[in-house]
C-alpha cells in the first residue's frame, strides 16, 4: 500500500477543486495532518453519491470515509448534520460515526471545500430482490421519525417551506429557462417545454389549494430527506448503518415519506437498472405496514400523502430550474447543459403526470396499510 507522501506524488498535481474526485497532493498532506487516524495507506473515490465527493481512505488505524461536501453547504449545514448523527448514535440508532480533527472540530475546511471525516461502516448493499432488505428499510425508517421526534435542535431550515413554494411564486424561474431554451432548442422542443411548465404550474396552483389549510396541522420534524436503497449497510437482513444526512431539515415527515417510498417501491425493468414511472401499489402497502410497526402514521396524514407525493416532483423541478440559474450566473451555459436539465424537467413530469392519473388508486394503497 501507499503511504501518505506516495498518495500524494500519485495525485494530480492540479490546483484543489472544490467537486474534483480526485485529491491532489497538497490536499492529502494537509488533510493527512489534520486528523490522528494513523498514516495514510490508500485513498481512492467513492463512485456513489451525487450531491458530494466522497474517498475512502485507508490508514494505519482502520478505514475512513471522507466526504468533500456540496460547495453549497456552509458551515451551520455542518454543525447542523454533524449536531443529528450524534444525537442518533446517542440513542442507537446506526449513523455513521464522526471523527474529530486534531484540534477538536467535527469537519476542516480547506481550499474552500469543508470536508468530514467518519468511521467506515463495513457491511453489503441493499438487495431489492430479499424481502427482508425491503421489510427492515421500512422499520429502520419508522424509527429514524420516532427517535428525531426528541431531537432538541436547532431547527434547521434547509429547504423553501413546502406551501409558500407553491402556487405563483414558484414559476418563477421557468421564464427564465424557455428563455435558455429559445437559444438551444429546436421549435418543437420549446412548446415541449412551455407546455411542461404550463402543466407543472397548473399543479402548483392546485397543490397550494389543497395544503394551504391542512399544512400547519401536519407533522414537522427534522427529515433525513434521502432515505433510499444507497443510505443502508447491511450485515445479513440487519441494518448496521444508515447514512446520507446531507439533506437533513426541518419539514414535513410525508415529505420525508414521499421521498423514499418512491425510491422503494418504484416498478423497475427486467435487470432492475432502469426505474419506471409507476409504483407498486403492493410494495407502497408493505413498506408502510412496517414503518408503521415502529412509528404510527395518523389517518389524516395518510389521506395526504398522495398530495404530498406530487409536489414533491414540483419542488424538484422549481429546485432544478433555480439551480441551473445559479450556475449559469457564474459560468454560460452550453447546449449540452440545456438538454440535460430539460431531460431532467421532463423525467420529474412524467412521475408528476402518473401521480395524478392514478391518485385514487395509490390513495387506497396507501390507507390500507
Same mark, same amino acid.
Not at 427517535?147 to 417551506?161: L, T
Not at 427534522?222 to 444507497?230: A, D, E, L, N
Given at each position: 500500500m501507499k503511504r501518505a507522501h506516495e498518495i500524494a506524488d500519485a495525485?494530480?498535481?492540479?490546483?484543489? /477543486?472544490?467537486?474534483?474526485? +480526485?485529491?491532489? !497532493?497538497?490536499? @492529502?498532506?494537509?488533510? =493527512?495532518?489534520?486528523?490522528?487516524?494513523? *498514516?495514510?495507506?490508500?485513498?481512492?473515490?467513492?463512485?456513489?453519491?451525487?450531491?458530494?465527493? /466522497?474517498?475512502?481512505?485507508? +490508514?494505519?488505524? !482502520?478505514?475512513? @470515509?471522507?466526504?468533500? =461536501?456540496?460547495?453549497?453547504?456552509?458551515? *451551520?449545514?455542518?454543525?447542523f448534520e454533524v449536531g443529528l448523527m450524534e444525537f442518533l448514535r446517542q440513542r442507537g440508532y446506526p449513523a455513521p460515526?464522526?471523527?474529530?480533527?486534531?484540534?477538536?472540530?467535527k469537519f476542516i475546511e480547506h481550499g474552500g471545500a469543508l470536508y468530514l471525516l467518519s468511521r467506515f461502516i463495513p457491511g453489503g448493499h441493499y438487495d431489492a430482490e430479499n424481502p427482508g432488505h425491503f421489510r427492515e428499510a421500512g422499520k429502520m425508517f419508522g424509527l429514524y421519525h420516532?427517535?428525531?421526534?426528541?431531537?432538541?435542535?436547532?431547527?434547521?431550515?434547509?429547504?423553501?417551506?413546502?406551501?409558500?413554494s407553491l402556487g405563483p411564486e414558484g414559476g418563477r424561474p421557468f421564464a427564465d429557462i424557455e428563455n435558455f431554451g429559445k437559444r438551444f432548442l429546436e421549435p418543437g422542443e420549446q412548446?415541449?417545454?412551455?407546455?411542461?411548465?404550463?402543466?407543472?404550474?397548473?399543479?402548483?396552483?392546485?397543490?397550494?389549494?389543497?395544503?394551504?389549510?391542512?399544512?400547519p396541522r401536519l407533522l414537522k420534524l427534522?427529515?433525513?430527506?434521502?432515505?433510499?436503497?444507497?443510505?443502508l449497510i447491511f450485515d445479513g437482513d440487519n441494518i448496521v448503518g444508515v447514512v446520507d444526512y446531507d439533506?437533513?431539515?426541518?419539514?414535513?415527515?410525508?415529505?420525508?415519506?414521499?421521498?423514499?417510498?418512491?425510491?422503494?417501491?418504484?416498478i423497475h425493468g427486467k435487470f432492475r437498472k432502469e426505474r419506471q414511472v409507476a409504483l407498486d401499489y403492493g410494495l407502497c402497502r408493505k413498506f408502510l405496514a412496517a414503518y408503521q410497526e415502529l412509528e404510527p402514521l395518523p389517518?389524516?396524514?395518510?389521506?395526504?400523502?398522495?398530495?404530498?407525493?406530487r409536489t414533491r416532483h414540483v419542488l424538484t423541478i422549481i429546485h432544478r430550474c433555480n439551480s441551473f440559474l445559479l450556475k449559469a450566473a457564474d459560468a454560460p451555459r452550453v447546449e449540452k447543459q440545456v438538454r440535460k436539465l430539460v431531460q431532467k424537467l421532463e423525467r420529474e413530469s412524467a412521475w408528476l403526470e402518473w401521480l395524478e392519473k392514478h391518485e385514487g388508486e395509490?390513495?387506497?394503497a396507501l390507507s390500507a396499510a
Open positions: 495525485a494530480t498535481d492540479r490546483p484543489p /477543486s472544490r467537486r474534483s474526485k +480526485t485529491l491532489s !497532493g497538497e490536499m @492529502v498532506g494537509a488533510l =493527512s495532518r489534520s486528523y490522528d487516524v494513523g *498514516e495514510w495507506l490508500s485513498a481512492s473515490h467513492e463512485p456513489k453519491g451525487r450531491s458530494n465527493v /466522497s474517498f475512502l481512505i485507508a +490508514t494505519t488505524t !482502520g478505514k475512513y @470515509v471522507l466526504r468533500q =461536501s456540496n460547495p453549497r453547504k456552509s458551515a *451551520e449545514g455542518m454543525l460515526e464522526v471523527v474529530a480533527a486534531r484540534h477538536g472540530a420516532k427517535v428525531i421526534r426528541h431531537f432538541p435542535g436547532p431547527a434547521y431550515q434547509r429547504f423553501a417551506p413546502v406551501v409558500p412548446r415541449r417545454l412551455s407546455d411542461l411548465f404550463s402543466y407543472v404550474r397548473g399543479q402548483s396552483q392546485y397543490l397550494h389549494s389543497r395544503l394551504n389549510d391542512v399544512y427534522v427529515i433525513q430527506g434521502s432515505y433510499g436503497r444507497t443510505a439533506r437533513a431539515a426541518y419539514e414535513l415527515r410525508a415529505l420525508d415519506l414521499a421521498c423514499s417510498i418512491k425510491d422503494f417501491c418504484s389517518g389524516d396524514e395518510l389521506q395526504v400523502l398522495p398530495d404530498i407525493m395509490l390513495a387506497s
